[in-house]
């Protein structure tokens, strides 16, 4: 993935907070920075992916997320996720990771609607950032 705006990057991380467990699926360095600074010393940060970069204040989870996210349910506060072809299995793997009503934050990507795909899993799509970042709410 190419390097994400500040502005996307900001919209993306306002679903965190201090303390907060986030999974990131989009390996970009830069964004992961960011929800570490803002998880901060007591919160969790997992980049999940098939090749998740590692670096300092996250942790790497090697995984295909539309299969499984290898972490117990009901254990996530925040998702960050980027539109991809798979979206509805990994919509559903997420929801069954994240804590009732937890923050998911979704970059648009294309013209496709990705609204179906999350409310198929249960997950409630609020409103789209002037960036592109759709924001919704876990069940």
Same mark, same amino acid.
């Given at each position: 993935?190419?390097?994400?705006?500040?502005?996307?990057? !900001?919209?993306?991380? !306002?679903?965190?907070?201090?303390?907060?467990?986030?999974?990131?699926?989009?390996?970009? @360095? *830069?964004? %992961?920075?960011?929800?570490?600074?803002?998880?901060?010393?007591?919160?969790?940060?997992?980049?999940?992916?098939?090749?998740?970069? &590692?670096?300092?204040?996250?942790?790497?989870?090697?995984?295909?997320?539309?299969? !499984?996210?290898?972490?117990?349910?009901? /254990?996530?506060?925040? =998702?960050?996720? @980027?539109?991809?072809?798979?979206?509805? @299995? /990994?919509?559903?793997?997420?929801?069954?990771?994240? /804590?009732? &009503? *937890?923050?998911?934050?979704?970059?648009?990507? *294309?013209?496709?609607?990705?609204?179906?795909?999350?409310?198929? =899993?249960?997950?409630?799509?609020?409103?789209?950032?002037?960036?592109? /970042? %759709?924001?919704?709410? *876990?069940?």
């Amino acid at each position: 993935m190419t390097e994400l705006p500040p502005n996307a990057i !900001a919209a993306l991380t !306002a679903g965190s907070g201090r303390g907060f467990t986030v999974l990131c699926l989009i390996p970009e @360095a *830069g964004l %992961l920075r960011a929800l570490a600074a803002t998880a901060g010393p007591t919160g969790l940060v997992l980049a999940a992916a098939p090749a998740p970069p &590692a670096g300092e204040g996250w942790s790497a989870v090697r995984c295909d997320p539309a299969e !499984a996210i290898p972490v117990r349910a009901h /254990v996530i506060d925040a =998702a960050v996720l @980027a539109q991809t072809p798979d979206l509805p @299995a /990994v919509a559903d793997e997420v929801r069954r990771v994240l /804590v009732p &009503a *937890g923050d998911v934050r979704l970059i648009v990507a *294309g013209p496709e609607q990705p609204d179906a795909a999350l409310t198929g =899993a249960g997950i409630r799509p609020l409103r789209r950032d002037p960036s592109g /970042v %759709l924001v919704c709410r *876990g069940p």
